[in-house]
């Protein structure tokens, strides 16, 4: 089976920024895919060498199995792509949006899915409404449903949540994890990481045009996260010098100790005992991605 | 519908939408032309000898407008899809280059032949045209519009902004369409500005077009429907090579 995604050594360089540095990326299909890295990491040009928007200096691209320069129609058919940019005809209504774009990829009769599509977005009422009269959070959805017009088997999703309140978000979500379970290979950029944690299987990390992290959400957090244990001793007292090697950071006060496992707790709750500390405050913090997004991004790798 | 159709389609339903700037308005500007420059010079100008003034400038008046609106029509859409970032509807999509330039070229011929039918239905009571040769017309309305199409395509997409397409519309396409023999025939000017007028491909389209309703012009047809036929290739070749080296529009 061909994979959904296959990125070969690709390149692209913008006079003299280097936006993509040799990335290779393999997403398989039925995969739900997070991509992620500051701005200017290259995502977003990836996104449009993916979608015959930009040209790579050289390396290859293939959306299941169709290369996106050589056989760029088979390509496109096959992809599905919501841009960052809150873009949309003013000329037409929604439905005329969609009507239209559904041509441009010779879908003919599709008036049923649109149907659908427009319901599952909440879209139903504004169907014949002029794009212009829309708000942000509307549009966005219209464009959501413009990437999906023609059944795309992979979707792509350039940061779909920016500036989107919180009730569209989960709907979005909803939406997107329905089409995923059904079969569609998801592709999604963002800088929610909550986001990206909670959706995504798996997770590529970009930094300058390369990629520096590439495995399981869970693997990732594994590797670059773990529990956290933060406490605050009553005033006056000090820590007993037994556990000073293992404090990993202190703030205002606060103590913090990096766990391997929730089980180190005890011990440490022990030594304070024994030593006659009383704890003001304490919390246990799990992994989170942001934490092992910000060791990825500070390794200097 | 197939990629190609859907765009024409659009294309054609964006200007359509919105007929009272695209087509009503040209038609008033090409009726007003007439009214002053016949009330002015009906009785002091006589072209060939045999034609009264009102009745020679109204085919040029629709090929003018035939032009100018072809011009309009694909620079500003692709300008407007270019600034407004949904051009890239059209890039996603499997749509060739060749598709692309057939679509945004027989739109712009759609609306150039709309408002040149406008021109022509609110100008005739004025006078009576012979028609003489009805397909030279057809053929030089058809062609010369293509041209501007693609012109305009050309304009489209180098200008990033709106003010430098008005830069290539003010300083080409206004200063060309009224210095090709619109308003006069060209046999009336001093030597020098008749040969520099032949340096411009917008007068063969206006004299092998008003050709079709008098049977007389200043140049032969044949010779004008030759160079505007060149023109056209260059023109299309010229196109297709920017498009499909992606110039502008895939970075």
Not at chain 1, 127 to 143: E, F, I, W, Y
Not at chain 1, 199 to 221: E, F, H, P, S, Y
Not at chain 1, 252 to 280: M, N, P, Q, W, Y
């Amino acid at each position: 089976m061909n994979p959904a995604i296959r990125i070969e050594q690709v390149t692209k360089r913008f006079g003299s920024v280097q936006a993509l540095a040799g990335v290779d990326l393999e997403i398989a299909q039925g995969e739900f895919f997070g991509l992620l890295g500051p701005n200017g990491a290259g995502k977003t040009t990836l996104i449009s060498a993916l979608a015959g928007l930009v040209r790579a200096d050289s390396g290859k691209l293939a959306v299941m199995g169709h290369d996106v320069v050589a056989d760029y129609r088979a390509a496109r058919r096959l992809l599905g792509v919501v841009p960052q940019e809150l873009v949309f005809d003013p000329f037409f209504t929604v439905r005329e949006s969609l009507e239209i774009q559904s041509g441009y990829f010779g879908v003919r009769g599709n008036r049923a899915w649109i149907d659908e599509i427009l319901e599952n977005l909440d879209l139903t009422a504004k169907a014949d409404t002029n794009m212009r009269q829309l708000s942000g959070g509307m549009k966005r959805r219209v464009l959501v449903a413009q990437a999906l017009v023609h059944r795309p088997p992979v979707i792509v999703l350039d940061e779909p949540t920016a500036g989107v309140d919180v009730e569209l978000r989960q709907g979005l979500w909803q939406f997107v994890r329905r089409l995923n379970r059904a079969g569609h290979t998801i592709v999604l950029t963002t800088h929610y990481l909550e986001e990206a944690e909670s959706l995504c299987g798996r997770i590529a990390m970009l930094k300058q045009g390369r990629v520096v992290a590439l495995d399981t959400t869970a693997n990732l957090l594994r590797r670059f996260s773990g529990h956290t244990l933060r406490l605050r001793l009553a005033p006056g007292l000090s820590l007993p010098e037994a556990l000073k090697p293992h404090v990993a950071g202190e703030a205002e006060g606060e103590l913090a100790f990096a766990l391997e496992s929730c089980d180190e707790v005890e011990g440490i709750l022990h030594s304070l005992r024994g030593a006659g500390c009383r704890i003001d405050d304490i919390e246990i913090g799990k992994p989170d991605l942001e934490e092992v997004f910000v060791r990825v991004m500070n390794s200097r790798t | 519908m197939d990629g190609f159709l859907t765009l024409l389609y659009k294309e054609v339903l964006r200007f359509w939408k919105v007929s009272f700037q695209t087509v009503a308005a040209p038609v008033l500007t090409a009726l007003l032309y007439l009214l002053i420059f016949s009330h002015v010079l009906e009785k002091h100008v006589k072209v060939y000898d045999t034609i009264s003034y009102t009745a020679f400038l109204i085919p040029g008046l629709v090929m003018m407008s035939v032009l100018q609106n072809a011009f309009a029509n694909s620079s500003s859409s692709l300008i407007q899809s270019k600034v407004t970032g949904n051009i890239i509807f059209m890039l996603l999509p499997p749509i060739s280059y060749r598709q692309f330039f057939a679509a945004y070229v027989l739109a712009a011929v759609a609306r150039g032949v709309v408002v040149g039918l406008g021109v022509l239905l609110v100008t005739l009571w004025f006078v009576d045209l012979p028609w003489r040769a009805p397909l030279w017309i057809v053929a030089f309305a058809l062609l010369g519009s293509a041209i501007l199409g693609a012109l305009g395509m050309i304009a489209g997409i180098w200008a990033e902004k709106f003010d430098q397409l008005a830069v290539f519309q003010n300083f080409i396409i206004v200063p060309l369409t009224f210095l090709s023999g619109v308003f006069y025939s060209i046999h009336s000017l001093p030597i020098f500005w008749q040969q520099v007028s032949h340096f411009n491909p917008i007068f063969y389209m206006i004299d092998g077009f008003r050709y079709g309703f008098f049977g007389v012009s200043d140049v032969p047809p044949l010779l004008s429907l030759g160079i505007v036929g060149a023109c056209f290739i260059v023109l299309t070749l010229f196109t297709l090579r920017l498009l499909k080296s992606g110039y502008k529009l895939r970075a």
